[in-house]
């Protein structure tokens, strides 16, 4: 799939999804297209620049994270098993939009522009208890590491 193949978004959904996003206690909203038990995963991400995902990984072969940048810029970091930084991609508009996260590979996103809008595509269907693997090694989400820790990310990135 290439970008343009990706759906359009209305003003409405992307006013809505960034006032959701400010009103999040993860500072992110997603728009999800796809049905309950569908096969192909798809999702809109509005996020803002303070949100912290905390490194994951989605355990199963089919579950390779296709992520195309719609708006903003953002860093993808993969991690080795014990929390060393391996990669960055930086995604930007008219330069590099699109990554293949592989599965069974430690990620996070750290938002470079205030608000970003990625399109997001996986296979497998969704079960909570099985879709992703959060990192022992970093903070949960929405507790006072995971601020140091984003910014510690935020301050290594190398652009």
Same mark, same amino acid.
């Given at each position: ?15 809505? %999804?960034?006032? $959701?996003?400010? &009103? ?9 297209? /796809? $049905? ?17 995902? =905390?490194? /994951?990984? /989605? ?11 719609? %708006?903003?810029? +953002?860093?993808?970091?993969? +991690? ?8 960055? !991609? ?5 330069? &590099?939009? +699109?990554? $293949?996260?592989?599965? +069974? #590979? ?22 909570? #208890? ?11 989400? &929405?507790?006072?590491?995971?601020? =140091?820790?984003? =910014?510690?990310?935020? $301050? !290594?990135?190398?652009?």
């Amino acid at each position: 799939m290439i970008l343009s193949e990706v759906p359009d978004l209305l003003d409405q959904d992307i006013k809505y %999804h960034f006032d $959701a996003s400010r &009103n999040s206690d993860r500072s992110r909203s997603p728009k999800i297209l /796809h $049905a309950k038990g569908d096969y192909v995963n798809k999702v809109f991400n509005f996020i803002l620049s303070s949100s912290y995902m =905390q490194p /994951h990984l /989605h355990p199963g072969s089919e579950k390779i994270e296709n992520m195309y940048l719609v %708006h903003g810029s +953002f860093a993808l970091i993969t +991690f080795d098993d014990n929390g060393k930084v391996i990669e960055t !991609n930086i995604l930007e508009k008219d330069k &590099n939009e +699109f990554v $293949a996260v592989p599965a +069974f #590979s430690w990620h996070t996103y750290v938002m470079l522009s205030d608000e970003v809008i990625v399109y997001e595509e996986m296979n497998g269907v969704y079960e909570p #208890s099985s879709w992703k693997e959060m990192a022992s090694w970093a903070p949960k989400e &929405n507790t006072p590491e995971a601020e =140091q820790y984003l =910014q510690s990310l935020r $301050a !290594n990135l190398s652009i």
